[in-house]
């Protein structure tokens, strides 16, 4: 059973940097492509990062320049590099993936991830 688990999430002050990992396991593990969102209380899931089939990067307007998105394919493990955070990064962080039967619709459509992490808490203070 393919899984994805999201960890590097912590409290940090604006101006600040975390590194977000996501690992992938299990026989099936073969993403075709994968991204990160996010989502803070109250509001809707946002995209904020992601790579297609071929690895090249997406990102939202509001995290460019700021975020870094990348893989390592032989450890199973995509990063989110989050560095001059801001109060209004604040959210909770998911990572997703196609395996499978999925699609890789254009970011940051995210209807075509078939499989989630539990998401990892990032808060910012100002």
């Known amino acids: 059973q393919v899984q994805l688990v999201e960890s590097g999430g912590g409290s940090v002050q604006a101006g600040g940097s975390l590194r977000l990992s996501c690992t992938g396991s299990?026989?099936?593990?073969?993403?075709?492509?994968m991204g990160w969102f996010r989502q803070g209380a109250g509001e809707a899931r946002e995209g904020v990062a992601g790579?297609?089939?071929?690895?090249?990067?997406t990102y939202a307007d509001s995290v460019k320049g700021r975020f870094t998105i990348s893989q390592d394919n032989a450890k199973k493990t995509l990063y989110l590099q989050m560095n001059s955070l801001k109060p209004e990064d604040t959210a909770m962080y998911y990572c997703?993936?196609?395996?499978?039967?999925?699609?890789?619709?254009?970011?940051?459509?995210?209807?075509?991830?078939?499989?989630w992490g539990q998401g990892t808490q990032v808060t910012v203070s100002s």
């Open positions: 997703a993936a196609v395996i499978g039967r999925g699609v890789c619709y254009t970011f940051p459509r995210s209807d075509g991830y078939n499989y």
């Open positions: 790579v297609d089939i071929d690895g090249v990067p």
């Open positions: 299990g026989s099936g593990y073969r993403p075709y492509c």
